[in-house]
């Protein structure tokens, strides 16, 4: 079995501020982890990637992530938050014998105040 | 080309009518998803097709019908829809297997009235 856990379903940063996006993961099998983001009416875009590579991975807009097995977790962060990120984003999981099903978090909700 | 398409984007039917949805990828991916999406929520995994063939069914009911016609194609029939089937459906795409992201498409808006 697989899940995802995302506290604090919304985030409120000012522009320019560092953003954190929590993510814990279970997983029964080593996991490959997603984060995307959804602005509104639009579909999901991929922000990064980890599949048992380097543990800190590096995404698009100056995104990165680390993974921590000990603590089972896969932590967003950027250092300077622009007006641009305000969106949704999602933690994802997949596991082998997940038959292609990705396990999703419920969302962060990013507000980024001018 | 790492665009999935759908067609409509969005999509308005009676209860008593039939429609498809359709998504398109040029990718090469053997796996093809439809997700439901309501408003603030993650999106719900419906189907999964995986070499053109059913692999997964998360217990749909029967007025969602999905059909791949080849690996290119992927398309959700819609017949008798309820008013709480209103939704963002999204394709999405990938490579069988672990590891491999998933690239969706922009959805189709649904309103069933």
């Known amino acids: 079995a697989q899940s995802v856990t995302q506290l604090d379903s919304h985030v409120s940063v000012s522009e320019g501020t560092p953003v954190l996006l929590r993510c814990n993961y279970s997983s029964s099998y080593s996991p490959s982890l997603f984060w995307y983001v959804q602005h509104p009416n639009k579909g999901l875009q991929l922000l990064l990637k980890y599949t048992s590579a380097a543990t800190l991975v590096k995404g698009i807009n100056g995104f990165e992530a680390e993974f921590k097995k000990s603590e089972t977790s896969f932590h967003l962060t950027k250092p300077s938050a622009h007006m641009s990120d305000a969106a949704e984003y999602f933690c994802v999981v997949s596991s082998l014998g997940g038959n292609n099903r990705l396990a999703f978090g419920k969302g962060n909700q990013v507000v980024v105040i001018p | 080309d790492t665009e999935v398409t759908q067609t409509p984007k969005h999509l308005v039917m009676g209860m008593t009518n039939k429609k498809s949805l359709k998504c398109e990828q040029h990718?090469?991916?053997?796996?093809m998803y439809w997700y439901k999406q309501k408003a603030k929520k993650p999106p719900e995994l419906m189907f999964v097709?995986?070499?053109?063939?059913?692999?997964i069914n998360e217990s749909v009911p029967s007025r969602f019908s999905p059909e791949c016609p080849n690996s290119s194609l992927l398309n959700l029939h819609l017949h008798a829809l309820q008013p709480e089937d209103s939704a963002l459906y999204l394709c999405?795409?990938?490579?069988?297997?672990?590891?491999?992201?998933?690239?969706f498409g922009q959805g189709t808006r649904l309103t069933v009235v």
């Open positions: 990718m090469g991916h053997r796996a």
């Open positions: 097709y995986s070499y053109e063939k059913l692999s």
């Open positions: 999405a795409s990938s490579q069988p297997g672990q590891g491999a992201e998933a690239f």
